[in-house]
């Protein structure tokens, strides 16, 4: 069975310190996709990453980073020198086989206090 | 261009009523589905289409119905509301089922009392 954990429920920090969202996840599955989401105040749902299982390449775009272990099962996100604007609910997302096997993360709410 | 279109935005119904929530994508996406969203359970899908014609459940099917006569449109309809049904519903869609992101509508916040 699928299963993503989003171990932090809510978390709060000081604008421009930096913030690591953790996501673990668990698969039989030796193909799959790992995606971020980003839910800000106005309640939609944004696409922000999506990385493969054959591709551990961190990536970094612009304040924002992800570093992929297979070894580990982790997707997390680093947000560097939080903003206000990046107060928001993340959600981690596992498909490893199709709609039937989309499997999203409870959520973790980042609040960033200026 | 659109994307993903839900309406209504916000929605009351009385126990037992039923309605239909709407959902149009203008990207000719084959991939549709419905999830409803709850605190402490992220979301969780209701229903999904692989394409026009073809619909399946997903994890939380019961209670709702969904159709698809075509590409664009996805509606899901409660049959009779229950409080339990009280949630945030997203219509989202894909280019493909395994490696694309979803499209997400804005969603619709129905309460049922």
């Known amino acids: 069975a699928q299963k993503v954990t989003q171990a932090q429920t809510e978390i709060s920090v000081v604008e421009k310190e930096d913030v690591t969202l953790d996501c673990v996840y668990e698969?039989?599955?030796?193909?799959?996709?790992l995606f971020w989401y980003k839910q800000p105040p106005s309640g939609e749902l944004v696409f922000l990453i999506r990385?493969?299982?054959?591709?551990?390449q961190n990536e970094i775009s612009g304040r924002y980073s992800w570093n992929f272990q297979k070894s580990t099962s982790s997707f997390n996100f680093t947000i560097t020198a939080s903003q206000v604007v990046d107060s928001a609910v993340y959600f981690c997302?596992?498909?490893?086989?199709?709609?039937?096997?989309?499997?999203f993360g409870i959520g973790t709410k980042l609040q960033v206090i200026p | 261009n659109a994307g993903v279109t839900q309406t209504p935005k916000f929605q009351v119904l009385k126990t037992g009523q039923s309605m239909t929530l709407q959902c149009a994508q203008d990207?000719?996406?084959?991939?549709m589905s419905w999830y409803r969203q709850d605190p402490g359970m992220g979301l969780r899908l209701i229903h999904y289409?692989?394409?026009?014609?073809?619909?399946d459940q997903g994890e939380v099917p019961n209670g709702y119905n969904v159709s698809r006569s075509t590409t664009e449109d996805f509606p899901l309809r409660l049959l009779s509301a229950a409080p339990s049904q009280t949630s945030v519903y997203f219509c989202?869609?894909?280019?493909?089922?395994?490696?694309?992101?979803?499209?997400f509508g804005n969603g619709t916040r129905l309460t049922v009392t």
């Open positions: 989202a869609s894909s280019y493909e089922e395994l490696r694309s992101p979803l499209h």
């Open positions: 698969t039989r599955d030796t193909t799959y996709y």
């Open positions: 990385r493969n299982s054959f591709d551990e």
């Open positions: 997302a596992l498909n490893s086989g199709g709609y039937q096997k989309v499997t």
């Open positions: 990207m000719n996406h084959e991939y």
């Open positions: 289409s692989v394409g026009a014609g073809i619909t």
